[in-house]
């Protein structure tokens, strides 16, 4: 690492460094996590979903104000892939397709929860 380069820097000894920055380390966990979730309408959509145990396409749309349908549609469909909610399909006619929070959303309630109570206690 260049001394002049400090973006990488843990102030661990050399041999905790790998279990922050390796692949499997601290760090990449996160991205991970910060990934899922990234995207301007993912945390108003699973926060809608904490509120309601499962919920339709339009709904969601009515409780979103400005989103469009495309990128409702987009989102859930990653937040789907990426294992927070749950898509289910009634198979009726006319279309009928709900979403509610897999285990795992349910899971990312308290981390979100953490991060409000830390923006509140710590203002910018």
Known sequence: MDETSTHLYVPTPQEKREACLGPDGAV?????VIRMIHGRWKLPILF???ADPSIRTLHLKRDLPGI???MLTQHLR???EAGLVERIDFCEKPLRVEYRLSA????LLPVLTTALKFSTTHPA
């Open 48 to 50: 809608r979903l904490y």
């Open 104 to 107: 795992m959303g349910m899971h």
């Open 68 to 70: 469009s349908q495309k």
């Open 28 to 32: 990449a966990h996160v991205t991970r």
């Open 78 to 80: 990653e937040l789907a």
